[in-house]
């Protein structure tokens, strides 16, 4: 582990590697506050942690019973039952084979009928809880994290946006085609994610190089981000060996 401008980075040998030290630092916070809050992210990055969590599950080694969730994000419009909504991918990949009470699980409503007032009761909703207690992020290749896009400002709270074209681009692989993605998606705002009391982001492939040294390294600016991450106090990253040697760690 190297500690660079404060924050703590875990560089793995494979993709196996890095989901493995994931679940050490997520399962050491669960068993530290098994009634906590957990904020989780969707995308193919952690899908190798939920899979360790789960194993770790049912060796008996961790209990979700007592936690709390909250998803960074969904896609709007978007229907709960289709396979390609993240309410269906967070059950599929891991609360279905966990012991997670449904009544505690929190995603954006991609079925609501206002997209601005969904935002809104899901703010309220993170905000009269005791707060996120960790909060897993990914990272775009464009930088983004949840679906906060480049821009010329930080988002604050839960936020309706207008995806970018390269973000429906890499997102197009999990679809059938580039015009089956949505547009549009709700996701917890910049203000909310830098909230959460500590942050677990996960990066891997070649791919997102260029975004990781950018988000850790770079200038802090709303065109990247990610880089905001940079004013955290307690941020934790875990890569793998692709992107630590464009990092040079």
Do not use: W
């Not at 967070?90 to 995603?107: A, G, Q, S, T, V």
């Not at 409503?109 to 703010?123: F, I, T, W």
């Not at 983004?144 to 197009?172: K, V």
């Amino acid at each position: 582990m190297k500690e660079i401008n404060n924050i703590k980075i875990y560089a793995e040998e494979t993709y196996e590697d890095m989901s493995a030290r994931a679940a050490e630092i997520f399962c050491q916070e669960l068993k530290e506050k098994p009634n906590g809050i957990f904020g989780f992210a969707t995308g193919s990055t952690p899908i190798g942690l939920y899979k360790e969590l789960i194993k770790r599950y049912e060796n008996g080694e961790i209990d979700f019973s007592g936690i709390t969730s909250f998803n960074l994000d969904e896609y709007y419009p978007i229907k709960k039952s289709s396979d390609q909504s993240y309410d269906y991918f967070m059950k599929d990949n891991l609360f279905n084979h966990i012991n997670i009470r449904p009544e505690n699980i929190n995603i954006p409503n991609g079925e609501a009928s206002d997209a601005q007032q969904e935002c809104l009761r899901y703010e309220e909703k993170i905000n009269s809880s005791p707060g996120i207690d960790l909060q897993i992020l990914g990272l775009g290749e464009n930088g983004h994290i949840a679906f906060n896009e480049p821009s010329d400002s930080f988002t604050e709270m839960t936020n309706y946006i207008e995806l970018t074209e390269s973000t429906i681009s890499a997102n197009s692989r999990m679809f059938d085609s580039t015009d089956d993605v949505p547009k549009h998606a709700l996701t917890m705002g910049i203000g909310t994610i830098m909230n959460a009391k500590k942050i677990l982001l996960l990066i891997n492939s070649e791919r997102k190089a260029k975004a990781a040294k950018e988000a850790l390294f770079g200038e802090v600016t709303p065109e990247c981000p990610a880089s905001i991450l940079q004013k955290h106090p307690d941020v934790v990253v875990v890569v793998d060996k692709a992107v630590a040697d464009v990092l040079d760690i």
